[in-house]
């Protein structure tokens, strides 16, 4: 088990681990963030007091930004829009992308934003009612932010899987056939 020390405020503070291992317990959360404290010490061999203070603590770093349910909106009969927008953008002297690409995450429209290395800086998901709403962020609000020298929308039409889980029906999801 890890050391545990207290940080600045007094709270546990548990060390960094390393980038190629992650938390047992984030792990746990990211295959079914419904767990509660009891079944993830069950499982991991610890006591539910202390997933609970470890997951509170992943809170409050900013480890843990929050849970939702992953759905298959085809199933659901979502009828939204959802766009991938490559952004190209001009670095500022100070700060590079991250001024530009934080005010562009901050718009409601804005599900993710991401830097990209390649052809192009940012990767912008969003999402609209309809075409033609995603087209007047891009349009109105998006490619009219300084710092932003041009944009490509690419809408998306069907999708197969999303956060590790195949989307569709039960029929539709097969299984890959394992060749001896």
Not at 31 to 47: F, K, P
Not at 66 to 92: K, N, R
């Amino acid at each position: 088990m890890r050391q545990v020390r207290a940080d600045a405020y007094g709270a546990p503070s548990y060390p960094r681990i390393p980038m190629n291992e992650i938390d047992p317990i984030l792990e746990l959360l990211q295959q079914d963030a419904r767990l509660d404290d009891a079944a993830i010490a069950e499982r991991l061999g610890l006591s539910a007091a202390e997933v609970s203070e470890r997951i509170a603590g992943f809170a409050r770093n900013g480890t843990v930004l929050g849970y939702h349910a992953i759905v298959d909106e085809d199933q659901a009969g979502t009828l939204d829009v959802s766009a991938m927008i490559e952004v190209e953008l001009q670095p500022e002297r100070e700060g590079g992308f991250d001024r530009i690409a934080r005010r562009i995450a901050q718009f409601d429209q804005v599900e993710s934003c991401y830097l990209m290395s390649g052809g192009y800086d940012l990767l912008v998901v969003v999402r609209g009612s309809d075409l033609r709403e995603v087209a007047r962020f891009v349009a109105e609000k998006l490619s009219t932010l300084e710092g932003v020298r041009g944009t490509a929308t690419r809408f998306r039409l069907k999708k197969y899987k999303q956060n590790g889980f195949l989307a569709g029906t039960p029929a539709e999801v097969e299984r890959l056939s394992v060749s001896p």
